[in-house]
Nanobody, 121 residues
Framework: QVQLVESGGGLVQPGGSLRLSCTAS????????MGWYRQAPGKQRELVAA???????NYADSVKGRFTISRDNAKNTSYLQMNSLKPEDTAVYYC???????????????WGQGTQVTVSS
């Protein structure tokens, strides 16, 4: 069984920074991509940033230049560094990983439980 555990959310003032972490644990053969999504009240879940095993990344237009995604393959962990935070960044942030538990498995997508990020003065 694979689990994704997020940490690092909280309350921050506009212009501040937070760093989210997501660690995958369990039987893992290989992680192909990791990403961060967010969902604000009354809105659909949206992709914030993603990083693939080769290191290529993509970002939502709304966070380009402010957020940076990275990963530590040895620790099965991804990070989302969020700078210059705005009130509109307030949401529950979910991490996501596309991985194989065993080499013979298909690629499954797993989700973390979510962590609240609130940007407010």
């Amino acid at each position: 069984q694979v689990q994704l555990v997020e940490s690092g959310g909280g309350l921050v003032q506009p212009g501040g920074s937070l760093r989210l972490s997501c660690t995958a644990s369990g039987t893992i053969f290989s992680i192909y991509a990791m990403g961060w999504y967010r969902q604000a009240p009354g809105k659909q879940r949206e992709l914030v940033a993603a990083i693939r095993s080769g290191g290529s990344t993509n970002y939502a237009d709304s966070v380009k230049g402010r957020f940076t995604i990275s990963r530590d393959n040895a620790k099965n962990t991804s990070y989302l560094q969020m700078n210059s935070l705005k009130p509109e960044d307030t949401a529950v942030y979910y991490c996501n990983a596309e991985l194989k538990g065993l080499n013979s498995d298909p690629i499954y997508r797993y989700w973390g439980q979510g962590t609240q990020v609130t940007v407010s003065s």
